[in-house]
């Protein structure tokens, strides 16, 4: 069933477990996603990044999801991940996605509050939920380097103040795209920011947290963990020892096939670290 983040969010807030939010770039991730997601009986967020608006454009993008979403009992958001652009939004929103975020993250506070508000305004009359950013995690989608800034929690509280976003993602420790788990988290920073702003926190480039700190943070205030690098790393890997023990191999639906297997596999694993099993 297609819903909102805001929706999901009111009951993951405060409670012992988060809302995963994996990224997709495939009809095929997903569909995987989804699948784990209904073994577990998880509420899920696809999230559409921005190279898989590049790849399936804005409209397909959305059809896909809100699709899938209406065909499965497990609760599902479509969302719009780390929109740079205002004018992405805006089409994201009239192609049907249930949440967009707007990433004002490499602008000044001023200019990211002014461009959050806009969004904001717009998608309350709309029933659209919105995630901004505070502070900057590290490393683009894209790959290119930017050092982060973690998230000061006075600063935090004011922009959430201006803006009543329904989501804040903070910079704690992670970075995008991170192959290995290496993240640092900062737990002090986390429960300051916690103790000064009252909404439901956002932690992106999940990929590189350990399992012992995906569990942590999932007990925290966050109710939303972005998982992305992760899955198209086991994608990529089961092609491989695929094509290289069957090299022979012509249908490519046997290739998909197994790697969306690898996606549900990981997927049924962070739900289990976030503890959303059963809540639907
Ligand atoms: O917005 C997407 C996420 O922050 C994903 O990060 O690819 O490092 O897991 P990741
Ligand atoms: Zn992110």
Same mark, same amino acid.
């Given at each position: 069933? %297609?819903?909102? %983040?805001?929706?999901?969010? *009111?009951? &993951? ?5 988060? $809302?995963?939010?994996?990224? =997709?770039?495939?009809? !095929?991730? &997903? ?5 784990? &997601? ?13 190279? @898989? ?36 939004? +805006?089409?994201?929103?009239?192609? #049907? ?6 990433? #004002?993250?490499?602008?000044? +506070? !001023? *200019?990211?509050?002014? /461009?959050?508000? $806009? ?11 919105? !995630? @901004?950013? $505070? ?24 922009? +959430? *103040? /201006?803006? !009543?976003?329904d989501a804040l993602a903070i910079a704690v420790g992670t970075a995008h795209a991170m192959q290995k788990q290496e993240a640092q988290i900062n737990f002090e920073r986390i429960q300051q920011i916690q103790n000064v702003v009252d909404v439901p926190l956002v932690l992106h480039g999940s990929s590189g947290v350990t399992d012992e700190d995906l569990k942590k943070i999932s007990r925290m205030n966050f109710g939303k963990i972005? =998982? ?17 023990? /069957?090299? *022979? ?5 046997? %290739?998909?096939? &197994? ?18 099993? #059963?809540?639907?």
């Amino acid at each position: 069933m %297609l819903t909102t %983040l805001k929706e999901l969010l *009111q009951v &993951a807030y405060r409670s012992n477990y988060a $809302i995963p939010a994996f990224n =997709i770039h495939t009809y !095929e991730d &997903a569909v995987a996603i989804i699948k784990g &997601a209904e073994e577990m009986k998880s509420p899920v967020i696809l999230m559409a990044s921005p190279s @898989a608006i590049k790849h399936l454009g804005v409209e397909i993008a959305a059809f896909m999801m809100n699709e899938l979403a209406k065909k499965t009992f497990v609760p599902v958001v479509s969302h719009l991940d780390h929109a740079r652009e205002l004018d992405i939004i +805006f089409r994201a929103m009239k192609a #049907g996605f249930t949440s967009v975020m707007y990433d #004002g993250s490499d602008l000044s +506070f !001023e *200019q990211n509050v002014r /461009n959050t508000q $806009i969004v904001v305004k717009v998608a309350r009359s709309l029933g659209i939920s919105v !995630e @901004a950013e $505070i502070g900057r995690v590290g490393k683009s989608e894209d790959g290119e380097e930017i050092s982060q800034i973690l998230t000061e929690p006075a600063v935090a509280k004011e922009f +959430f *103040q /201006n803006t !009543e976003v329904d989501a804040l993602a903070i910079a704690v420790g992670t970075a995008h795209a991170m192959q290995k788990q290496e993240a640092q988290i900062n737990f002090e920073r986390i429960q300051q920011i916690q103790n000064v702003v009252d909404v439901p926190l956002v932690l992106h480039g999940s990929s590189g947290v350990t399992d012992e700190d995906l569990k942590k943070i999932s007990r925290m205030n966050f109710g939303k963990i972005n =998982i992305g690098t992760v899955l198209k790393t086991v994608y990529v890997k089961k092609i491989r020892e695929i094509l290289s023990s /069957n090299p *022979q191999l012509k249908d490519q639906l046997t %290739l998909l096939n &197994a790697a969306s297997k690898a996606i549900t596999e990981t997927v049924i694993h962070k739900i289990e670290l976030l503890g959303s099993s #059963g809540k639907i």
